[in-house]
């Protein structure tokens, strides 16, 4: 099954969470664990795919893996905050890095929150149930 075309709903202007991850498998079962929660969830397998998908619908809320071939998530989440349409979307980190000094380094970038893997579903629950779905 490929969790990232499921849809919870049918509306055109629908909230939805897109993982970001270039692992396919981590990045489908992050989205699995999001619909769970009742959430529509979006895979982009890396970075040139996660800021086509942010252009042609905003997500509610950005989960990006901080480590990815060719340009980290950070990177990713800079190029995303200088776009003024894009600024305010919220972006947690998946990681599997328990550094403190990242950790530090990612939340004064304006990160939301930051998630280490394997993920804590209620942690990622917390996360979800602080957005609005409008």
């Known amino acids: 099954m490929n969790l990232s075309s499921v849809s919870r709903d049918s ?5 939805y969470v897109l993982v ?20 529509e969830a979006r895979v982009a397998p890396g970075p040139r795919a996660a800021l086509q998908a942010v252009h042609d619908a905003p997500p509610a809320l950005i989960l990006m893996d901080l480590n990815m071939q060719g340009v980290n998530g950070l990177e990713v989440m800079r190029y995303i905050r200088r776009d003024p349409t894009l ?48």
Not at 11 to 15: D, K, R, W
Not at 20 to 39: H, K, P, T
Not at 98 to 112: E, H, R, Y
């Open 20 to 39: 970001v991850d270039d692992n396919r498998v981590m990045a489908e079962a992050i989205a699995g664990m999001v619909q769970l929660m009742d959430w």
């Open 11 to 15: 509306s055109p202007a629908v909230s």
């Open 87 to 134: 600024e305010k979307v919220p972006v947690v980190f998946v990681t599997a890095e328990d550094d403190p000094s990242i950790q530090n380094k990612v939340m004064q970038a304006g990160a939301l929150d930051y998630l280490l893997k394997p993920i804590d579903f209620d942690k990622l629950e917390k996360v979800l149930l602080g957005l609005s779905k409008t």
